[in-house]
């Protein structure tokens, strides 16, 4: 065991030296993030890409390098992809540096602040509440709580004391001690773990799920039906071996939604660039996602509705004995107290340091007691806390109940006589009650107002008492301010879940029923996102689907949540919710050009497999309907911003939405097909008419997607579909087919209308069904 003088002196320099020659450092670098080489080789190893890249050496081989074109989109995918990855992962890094955590220690008598990573073994460090710790180490003087939160999931807080050990990765929650560090870097315990929750738990994402599905999907059917295409084409057909590669290619590329992907990478980092404009960090970019299906929002009153900048308004002693000397009896306590939570640091703004009394015994705050008490030798046991916690309801002053009604946060001081017992609470007689105001943010009001408007549901939830927190709330404009209970009153886990259903504001909150609280509202399907700030917010941040901590808290809060309010502002919540709900609406509203092409080749080429007919279309064919009808409109509205709630789920709507215009390719294809042997049409009249008439039928969904009009809108409709048939004209060499002629315009024309006419029916018959399912519920 280190001796106190030990302790006070600390390693020399030279042993600090001698140390980290001998690698005893805590330099280790959890080195989360992805390497440049490892973001290429995920961008580039994918199966979309080996899929594209084996048609595109069948194609080469039988030199159709004309229809090799497809391969700038899969190359512009792979570089987007690589530069908004390596963007996102330096914009993270940066954060880390301005955020970087550094540690008081002793060394030759002194104390110095220096980085987590200069630390090394046998340092003595100073620990205070609130202080994540750095390193192993083992306490050598003084006492404290310690929150093993991120390591274990417990919430319940661990007392340490001299000879117990101090786990990395862990809060104290009250409390100061002095410890020496006993591991370091790679050695210390539960390092994966730790990491792990800086990075963030994994985040589900529906997009990505989704591609995923029809990736599978694509590459179990691709292989056997190339072969198939091609073999038919090669000696069924005759067709020799070029024409049966760039037939089979055209049917395979055509299954591969390749912009999808990409679109839906450049939405989540648009939003991401967004919201860093707006001071707004997102450590994790798919967590965008998760926030558009955000229905429930769980506020913490301090630092999120208030400011957090706690300031004394008025202090009332109630014992005439004590009033003169209250302030040398208040400043000892200051004196002896290990608290440094924004609460004490308002009360050590207001008073003096005393050195009057000289402490006995020290307990400090903690968040589940709700309070802290220290014995002097002269006056007794003084005890500093909530109200409720350490007098009956006959010992309240009316003071009291006047400023919890104003909404201030009331904490009160009392002394005993008897030496402190945690175990057993003696009679305290009340000394003085301090009167703690916290401002309402400016345009809380108009934030939560319009929040409630967009279908959010709100919870307040606190550890002060819940008559304050409900009056904060009513001056902040809450609805259901009136509807509060005190949760220090519940006793079983079912109250408090069967409570979330029954109140708004929620006081005296403990850590575990606050991850209690973000539970029921999950398991009753409702996406939670919660906000936070201390590290009493830690277990509900880790548990609600969308975290998002105020750069101004402890750092475990910063650490684990998926965003960070760098100006710890929470009127800028609506700009996150809503950046959410525009990324998820826009790519599921465009997602069906993307998919029509993915559908009606999949069963074009199960027909041509069955019939042992030439897939129509060729790869670059294929490659102009990807660029000017997928991309380049889709690029633009994704966007748009859209505030609407998420509905449905994003797979089964974009391909219900593309289905329709899907198989009406497939009905034009075989009519055209049956129309071109009746009336004896040459191939290429019959590949032109196909084409043009597949162009129509793609810019319908373009239509709808820009459905309600506007001037951006108008002007992509009218440049896409202009923009392809000039294209499709003046190119018609490389494309291989032809213009429309006085047999073929004709008909284009007819089929067009009729196409418009059963779109237009099959739309209004929709129209139809969910206007009744909407009457019915």
């Known amino acids: 065991m280190t001796n106190k003088f030990e302790q006070r002196q600390g390693l020399t320099q030279s042993e600090v030296e001698q140390r980290k020659q001998q690698g005893l450092q805590n330099n280790y670098e959890e080195n989360v993030a992805k390497s440049t080489k490892d973001i290429i080789y995920d961008n580039v190893m994918t199966l979309f890409n080996f899929l594209n890249f084996a048609i595109a050496i069948c194609l080469f081989f039988v030199g159709a390098y004309s229809n090799l074109a497809f391969l700038a989109i899969i190359i512009v995918n792979m570089v987007m992809g690589i530069y908004q990855e390596i963007h996102a992962r330096n914009l993270v890094q940066k954060l880390s540096i301005v955020a970087k955590e550094s540690v008081r220690v002793i060394r030759d008598g002194q104390e110095h602040d220096i980085d987590t990573k200069e630390l ?14 750095p390193s192993d180490m083992e306490v050598i003087e003084g006492q404290a709580e310690a929150n093993e939160a991120l390591l274990t999931g417990e919430s319940d807080l661990i007392e340490k004391h001299a000879g117990d050990v101090l786990l990395s990765g862990s809060f104290l929650a009250s409390g100061q001690v002095y410890a020496k560090v006993i591991h370091v870097g790679a050695d210390n315990y539960a390092v994966k773990i730790t990491a792990e929750a800086k990075v963030h738990k994994p985040i589900q994402s529906e997009l990505i799920n989704s591609i995923r599905k029809v990736s599978k999907f694509t590459s ?30 055209a049917a395979l590329l055509g299954m591969l939604p390749k912009g999808l992907v990409l679109l839906i990478s450049i939405a989540l980092t648009t939003g991401v660039v967004k919201l860093a404009k707006k001071r707004i960090l997102v450590q994790d970019m798919y967590s965008i996602e998760t926030l558009a299906h955000v229905d429930t929002l769980c506020l913490d009153k301090t630092g999120t509705i208030t400011e957090g900048k706690m300031k004394v308004q ?31 640091q308002a009360i050590r703004d207001y008073f003096e340091v005393s050195n009057r009394y000289g402490a006995v015994k020290n307990l400090a705050f903690s968040s589940e007691r709700k309070w802290g008490a220290i014995e002097f030798n002269e006056v007794g046991t003084v005890y500093l806390g909530a109200p409720e916690k350490l007098f009956s309801k ?12 104003n ?24 000394l003085a009650v301090l009167e703690i105001d916290d401002p309402i943010r400016q345009n809380a009001n108009e934030t939560l107002a319009y929040l409630r408007e967009e279908g959010i549901d709100l919870k307040v939830i606190s550890g002060d008492n819940p008559v304050t927190v409900s009056n904060i709330a009513r001056r902040a404009g809450l609805y259901g301010y009136e509807s509060y209970i005190d949760l220090s009153t519940v006793q079983t886990e079912a109250q408090v879940r069967k409570a979330v259903h029954e109140y708004t504001v929620f006081g005296r909150v403990t850590p575990q029923q606050k991850r209690i609280i973000v539970r029921e509202l999950k398991d009753n399907d409702h996406v939670v996102a919660m906000t936070g700030d201390g590290v009493n917010d830690v277990l509900a941040l880790r548990e609600a689907d969308s975290s998002i901590a105020m750069a101004e808290g402890d750092g475990a809060t910063r650490q684990i949540s998926n965003l960070v309010l760098l100006d710890s502002d929470f009127t800028t919540l609506p700009d996150v919710l809503f950046e959410g709900r525009r990324v998820v609406n826009n790519v599921t509203k465009v997602a069906s050009i993307f998919f029509i092409k993915t559908i009606y080749s999949f069963i074009l080429s199960l027909v041509c497999a069955f019939t042992a007919v030439a897939f129509p279309f060729i790869p670059i064919q294929i490659t102009l309907i990807d660029l000017a009808i997928e991309g380049y409109p889709a690029f633009f509205l994704s966007f748009e911003s859209d505030k609407r709630k998420v509905k449905g789920k994003f797979l089964p709507t974009a391909l219900k939405n593309a289905s329709v215009n899907a198989l009406l390719v497939v009905v034009n294809i075989i009519a055209v097909y049956l129309l071109g042997q009746k009336q004896d049409l040459s191939q290429m009249d019959t590949t032109t008419l196909m084409y043009y008439l597949l162009i129509g039928i793609s810019c319908m969904a373009v239509v709808r997607a820009c459905l309600p009009f506007n001037p951006l ?47 237009i029916f099959i739309g209004l018959f929709q129209l139809k069904r969910v206007g009744k399912t909407l009457r019915e519920l």
Not at 120 to 133: C, L, P, R, T
Not at 407 to 430: D, F
Not at 723 to 736: C, D, P, Q, S
Request: aromatic share 8%; glycine share 6%; hydrophobic share 50%.
């Open 713 to 759: 809108r108008i002007f992509l409709t009218v440049t896409t579909i202009g923009g392809i048939y000039v294209a499709a004209m003046l190119f018609h060499h490389i494309l291989e087919i032809n213009f429309l002629t006085q047999q073929t315009l004709p008909l284009f024309i007819i089929i067009m209308v009729i196409n418009i006419i059963v779109r």
């Open 394 to 405: 006959e010992q309240m002053p009316n003071e009291l109940f006047i400023a919890q009604e």
């Open 220 to 249: 179990v059917v691709i292989i056997p039906l190339g072969i198939i295409l091609f073999l038919e084409g090669f000696l069924i057909r005759d067709a020799g071996m070029k024409s049966s590669v760039v037939a089979s290619a």
């Open 314 to 344: 008025k202090v009332t002693v109630l014992h005439p004995e004590y009033q003169e000397n209250f302030p040398q009896i208040i400043g000892s306590y200051l004196a002896e107290s290990t608290d440094n939570n924004i609460t004490m």
């Open 407 to 430: 909404g201030y946060r009331v904490l009160m001081m009392g002394i005993a006589n008897s030496p402190l017992n945690e175990e057993e609470m003696p009679y305290i007689t009340p």
């Open 120 to 133: 090394v073994m046998d340092d003595i460090v100073v620990i205070s509440a609130g202080e994540q710790v």
